[in-house]
Structures are given as structure tokens and as C-alpha cells.
């Protein structure tokens, strides 16, 4: 061992980019030795199927505005291109490290595996590898018996502050050094990409603007695809790449809602941040989710996989108005709201009939806001393949007429349509040759047939799928799911939402 070398701490970034309410950074904080941040890129999820160039671009911008603020401790995130495991071998050729700070992270299995490596990596290197606990998210749970009452308590804990100790952490220089052994890394974005932006400064523009005004029409709009995307928060990605943390908004929410004497907007909306770790805890406990229904009942459910039906959706061609304008919103903006989501699975997996493992990768990566945690648990209650959960089939056109009933958002995405008369717009399949003659329209040239006959395969699918829930198999494991995943709340308290 080199004894030259100076012993420091690291806290390595990863879902957690921040450095107010920064538990794993408080800690390392805490400890006498000088501190290093790192974000690693590494190539293995770079590539992986889940994810996309706007992930990484929101990313880079998250850690540009950490480097903005760490300016005045003249220090900033040694960003870099490696698999984790080289990176520390590097570091170690630098410095002695005692303790590597992070977040628990409940992730894809990739991430799991890689944590494993590095959990050992630790142990035979004499690193010690402490991860806090991620919003409220527990690790190891086998039921959730205290598990709001936990939740509760954390999300009313006092913050941990950003507070370096003077010339504690590695600075900007020496930083330099160390970075010359990586492959060159750059923070520039590809400013051709038009999504939320990153970073904790554009998070809380967001929070602030939805707390002081946008937040009054939430639980009117929610549903709708167009309003909602100013009347909800917009928060998610910010909460998934940890700009801010679920406590900060939390916090933040309750006592705007106290202030209005328990506004029912705020409520429903602090609701969902509850939501997002009991998804993520569900996730936690049951990885397996990934690929597989969290229902074994369902495992013996086979759909053929049609590459043709799959294109469509994924390109916003099926022919029903509101799914591709649906799909086009998401891929262009990499944000679309809750019920337009179910909207897209459901059609995918009842209507399309296709099995909801081949809908993961193009959602996660069009959501900008992807969460493992969230993703996969919701996208298998919309296939209805939960058991627990109601079934629900969603009708496109029902919702259109219901929920964009001047087809705003379909004129928006679908601008073929746009010069039709509204009925044709929400229906364009309904069209005579003298209605096309009429309006200059050609239906299959201009906008694409219907792919399938929507009410025959509803039926089918909803005949299926009713049909299974009878099963003895599905019956048991719902059962062994509502025994370990429900909440329970003896003190009543989630009434106070
Ligand atoms: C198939 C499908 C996949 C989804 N995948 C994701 C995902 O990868 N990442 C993600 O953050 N959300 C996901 N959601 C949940 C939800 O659609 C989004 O969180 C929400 O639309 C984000 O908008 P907002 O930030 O304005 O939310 P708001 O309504 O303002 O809610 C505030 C926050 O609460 C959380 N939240 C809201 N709704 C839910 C919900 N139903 N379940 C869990 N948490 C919720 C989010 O963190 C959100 O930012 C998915 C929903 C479906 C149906």
C-alpha cells in the first residue's frame, strides 16, 4: 500500500444529483477526510435497451448546475466514461479511499449486478460502502406493516444541509489531474434535444410556479392530456434523476396545503408522492418485475409478438387519434400524462394484444422521466396482469371525446387531421368516399387505416383476461401479493392526505 497517498472519501452520484437534502453527501460531509464527488457513465447502461440520449442529456445538464454551484468551494463532479469497477481502480492510483458514500438504488437488474460487483470490489479493497436509504424507500422489507408510518416519519425528518467544512473537498486542479487517465468526458449537450431541462435550479422553477399558481386547476386537468401538462407539477423527471428529493417537495407541499386549510389539489398531489415510493418499495421487494408479472397466475398467458402492430404504436401510426397523438407527444416531449400512459399500454396489451414486456424499452426510453420502480409495476397493472387490480380497458375514443373533446392535443400531434370536421377528427375510420371527397382527405393515404377492429379485439381481450382471474393460481398469488404489499395504516393517517 502507498501510505504517500492521502485517505479521502467519495460520494458517488447516481439517482441522487443534488446537494441540499443529500444524505449520502452529508455523510461523507460528516467525516474528517477531504471529499470527492464522482458521476460515472458507464457504457453498459449507456447501451442499455431502457435508456436514451435525453436520459444522458438530462443528466450532464443536472451535473453542469451541481458544478455551477460548487464553483465557489473551487471544486466540481469528476464526471467519467468507465464501468464502475476501472474508475475506483483509477481513483485508488490517486488516493487512499476509506468510505464511498451513495443511494440504496432500486434499479434495472443491470444496476443490481453491478451493485453486487462493487459491494465485493469494496470488501476485498478495504473500502467501506455506506448507502442511505432513498426516498423513504426500504431495503430488505418482507411486508409493509410499518411501512407508512416509516414513509411518514422520514418525509418529516429535518433536511440534511449542504455544508462542506473549509478546503474540504478535492479541488478543481486536482480534479484535473485525475481526469486525465479517463476517456475524455464532457458535459456538452446535444442542444438539438427540446425536453425539461436538468438540474436542481430548473427543478424548483417548476415546483415554485405549480406551488404558487398552477397547482389551483391539478385534479380538474389531471386527466386531460393537454391542460395537464401545466396544471400537474412536471416534477418527475426531477424526482427521478433526484434534482430534488420527495422530502424537499414534501415538505414544501404540506405546508402550503396547511396554509390553504387542506387544499384537496394539494392533497391529491402530496398523495402521489406517496405513491412513488410505495411503487418503488413494490419494485424493491419483488425485482423480479422486470420481466416477469408479479402474478405467476399470469405467466401462462402467451401473445404472439407482431413486429408490425409494435411499429405502429411505437411510431404513432395505428389510426386511433388519440393513441398516436399520444405516442407522437411522448416521443417528441419525452412527457405525457398518467391516464394517456395507461392509455398506451392498455391498447398495446388488450387491444394490439402483445405482451407488455415488449412495451418496456420504447416507454422507458421516450419517458424522460423513466423510474424503474414506477415503470414496470405500472405498466403491468394497466396490461391487467396484477390480479389485484381492476381491470380496465381503455377506450381511445372515449377518452377523446371525454378528456380532448375539441381535439386540441389530436390537432397538435396528428396535424393531418387537423382540417377535418371534429367528429371525423376523434373518428377519421367513420368517413364515407364522399365525406374524403368531400373534405379532400384520403383515409390509409393521408392518415393510416385503423390497424385492427378494435371492438372485436376488446371483447377478446377482456373475455381472456376476466377469464384468468377465476384461475386458482392467479387467486393464490393475489392473495400473496396483498399480504406482503398492502399498507397497512393504523393510525388513519394517510385520511389526512
Ligand atoms: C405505464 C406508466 C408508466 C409510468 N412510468 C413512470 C416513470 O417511469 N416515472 C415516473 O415518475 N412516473 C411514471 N408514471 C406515473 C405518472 O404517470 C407520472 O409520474 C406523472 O404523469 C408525472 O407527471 P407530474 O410530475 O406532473 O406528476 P404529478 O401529478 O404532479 O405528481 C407528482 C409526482 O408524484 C409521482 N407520481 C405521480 N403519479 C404517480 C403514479 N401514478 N405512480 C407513482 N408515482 C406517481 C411522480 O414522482 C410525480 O412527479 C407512469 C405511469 C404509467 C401509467
Redesign the pocket.
Known amino acids: 500500500m502507498n501510505t504517500n497517498k492521502e485517505t479521502i472519501n467519495i460520494v458517488w452520484l447516481k439517482r441522487d444529483l443534488r446537494l441540499d437534502d443529500n444524505e449520502a453527501i452529508s455523510n461523507a460531509l460528516a467525516s474528517d477526510h477531504r471529499v470527492l464527488f464522482i458521476y460515472v457513465f458507464e457504457a453498459s447502461l449507456e447501451t442499455d435497451k431502457h435508456y436514451n440520449e435525453r436520459h444522458w442529456n438530462f443528466i450532464k445538464q443536472s451535473l453542469e448546475n451541481i458544478n455551477d454551484r460548487l464553483k465557489k468551494y473551487n471544486t466540481q463532479v469528476l464526471s467519467v466514461n468507465s464501468e464502475v469497477i476501472p474508475c475506483f481502480n483509477h481513483l485508488q492510483n490517486f488516493f487512499q479511499i476509506d468510505r464511498v458514500f451513495s443511494h440504496q438504488e432500486t434499479g434495472l437488474l443491470i444496476t443490481y449486478n453491478r451493485d453486487k460487483y462493487f459491494n465485493r470490489y469494496c470488501k476485498n479493497n478495504a473500502i467501506n460502502w455506506s448507502e442511505s436509504t432513498n426516498n423513504g424507500v426500504l431495503r430488505g422489507l418482507l411486508n409493509r406493516d410499518d411501512w407508512f408510518e416509516n414513509w411518514n416519519r422520514y418525509m418529516h425528518e429535518e433536511q440534511f444541509c449542504f455544508q462542506p467544512k473549509t478546503k474540504q473537498l478535492i479541488t478543481i486542479e486536482e480534479i484535473a489531474k485525475v481526469a486525465t487517465v479517463f476517456k475524455d468526458t464532457n458535459l456538452k449537450t446535444i442542444t438539438s434535444l427540446v425536453f425539461q431541462k436538468g438540474g436542481t435550479t430548473t427543478a424548483w422553477k417548476y415546483a415554485n410556479s405549480f406551488f404558487e399558481e398552477r397547482h389551483k386547476s391539478y385534479l380538474f386537468n389531471?386527466s386531460k392530456p393537454e391542460k395537464s401538462r401545466t396544471s400537474?407539477?412536471?416534477?418527475?423527471p426531477y424526482?427521478?434523476w433526484g434534482n430534488v428529493s420527495i422530502r424537499e417537495v414534501f415538505q414544501k407541499a404540506t405546508a402550503l396545503k396547511n396554509e390553504k386549510k387542506g387544499d384537496k389539489h394539494l392533497g391529491a398531489?402530496i398523495s402521489?408522492?406517496r405513491?412513488?415510493a410505495h411503487?418503488i418499495q413494490k419494485f424493491e421487494m419483488e425485482h423480479t418485475m422486470e420481466n416477469a408479472s408479479i402474478n405467476k397466475g399470469y405467466h401462462k398467458l402467451k401473445k404472439s409478438i407482431s413486429k408490425t402492430y409494435k411499429t405502429a404504436w411505437e411510431i404513432g401510426e395505428t389510426g386511433f387519434p388519440l393513441v398516436d397523438a399520444s405516442m407522437r407527444c411522448l416521443n417528441k416531449t419525452g412527457f405525457l400524462?398518467?391516464r394517456m400512459?395507461?392509455m398506451l399500454?392498455s391498447f398495446f396489451t388488450h387491444i394490439l394484444w402483445q405482451p407488455w414486456q415488449e412495451a418496456t424499452s420504447h416507454?422507458?426510453k421516450v419517458?424522460l422521466?423513466?423510474?424503474p420502480g414506477?415503470?414496470f409495476p405500472?405498466?403491468q397493472m394497466?396490461a391487467g396482469e396484477t390480479g389485484i387490480n381492476n381491470l380496465r380497458i381503455y377506450s381511445p375514443l372515449k377518452n377523446s371525446l371525454e378528456h380532448d373533446e375539441n381535439a386540441v392535443f389530436i390537432k397538435k400531434w396528428c396535424p393531418e387531421l387537423a382540417d377535418l370536421p371534429i367528429n371525423f377528427i376523434h373518428e377519421p375510420y367513420l368517413m364515407t368516399p364522399l365525406d374524403m371527397q368531400f373534405n379532400n382527405f384520403e383515409l390509409g393515404i393521408d392518415y393510416p387505416n385503423p390497424i385492427v377492429d378494435i371492438k372485436e379485439n376488446r371483447k377478446k381481450a377482456s373475455d381472456i383476461l376476466w377469464n384468468l382471474k377465476k384461475n386458482p393460481q392467479v387467486r393464490s398469488e393475489n392473495f400473496r401479493i396483498l399480504k406482503k404489499h398492502t399498507i397497512t395504516d393504523r393510525n388513519n393517517l394517510l385520511r389526512s392526505d
Do not use: G, K
Request: charge should be positive; aromatic fraction near 20%; proline fraction near 0%.
Open positions: 389531471i400537474s407539477s412536471r416534477l418527475s424526482i427521478a398531489f402521489r408522492l405513491w412513488q411503487f400524462n398518467f400512459r395507461a399500454v416507454l422507458s419517458f422521466d423513466f423510474e414506477i415503470h405500472q405498466i394497466q
